[in-house]
Nanobody
């Protein structure tokens, strides 16, 4: 079992930056591909970014490409999402997710690909 706890969400103004953290515990973190998703009120949960288990490969939704950066610290059992130039449309509950991998170093973009989820951290961007 893996437990994920997100932190770092808060109210910010458009153009500001935030860094979200997701601390993992329970199993060897290094063999997990990780992802960030978000869900705005009245909308479906959507993929934001994914990273392979080694941290060497990353992928971003078009809506955040060039503004957000995902990273993974296997020594600290933590995955980060650096969010720059935030926009009001980035307002959402942000979740991190984990998937155990046996080999390869790919990322995953579908909710169904992930077995473990955190409770979410709220990001609100005012205009």
């Amino acid at each position: 079992q893996v437990q994920l706890v997100e932190s770092g969400g808060r109210l910010v103004q458009a153009g500001d930056s935030l860094r979200l953290s997701c601390a993992a515990s329970g199993r060897t973190f290094s063999r997990f591909a990780m992802g960030w998703f978000r869900q705005a009120p009245g909308k479906e949960r959507e993929f934001v970014s994914g990273i392979g288990w080694s941290g060497g490969i990353t992928y971003y939704a078009d809506s955040v490409k060039g503004r957000f950066t995902i990273s993974k610290d296997n020594g600290e059992n933590t995955v980060y999402l650096q969010m720059n130039t935030l926009k009001p449309e980035d307002t959402a509950l942000y979740y991190c997710a984990a998937r155990g991998v046996l080999g390869g170093s790919t990322y995953y973009t579908r909710s169904a690909d992930y077995a473990y989820w955190g409770q979410g951290t709220q990001v609100t961007v005012s205009s």
